[in-house]
């Protein structure tokens, strides 16, 4: 059974950064493309980044790109998202989550999720 647990969430003032991992105990990361995803109050899920199975290729949405970096821990069953120079506008819940194609940048063709890891930019 695929469980995906995400951590490294928290509070951090404007400028800071964070390092969120997400770690897969039935090892699908090593055959499947994952993805990190975003959900503010009151608004939908929102696509953040994506890396492919052997980490060559990575995707992100336009307004993370020189900010932040996803990437495969040496092991390959966790996945990171480094998280530098943060915006009040990047706070929200933010999900791990695993597909079979890559690029993905639809919520709706991920098919399993972690439970989520708050993040909190204050100004």
């Known amino acids: 059974q695929v469980q995906l647990v995400e951590s490294g969430g928290g509070l951090v003032q404007a400028g800071g950064s964070l390092r969120l991992s997400c770690q897969d105990s039935a090892r699908t990361f090593r055959r499947r493309p994952t993805g990190w995803f975003r959900q503010a109050p009151g608004k939908e899920r929102e696509f953040v980044a994506s890396?492919?199975?052997?980490?060559?290729?990575?995707r992100y949405v336009d307004s993370v790109k020189g900010r932040f970096t996803v990437s495969r821990g040496s092991g390959r069953n966790t996945v990171f998202l480094q998280m530098n120079s943060l915006e009040p506008e990047d706070t929200g819940v933010y999900y791990c989550?695993?597909?079979?194609?890559?690029?993905?940048?639809?919520?709706?063709?991920?098919?399993?999720w972690g439970q989520g890891t708050q993040v909190t930019v204050s100004s």
């Open positions: 890396i492919d199975v052997t980490g060559a290729r990575t």
């Open positions: 989550a695993t597909t079979k194609t890559f690029p993905a940048d639809q919520a709706s063709l991920y098919d399993y």
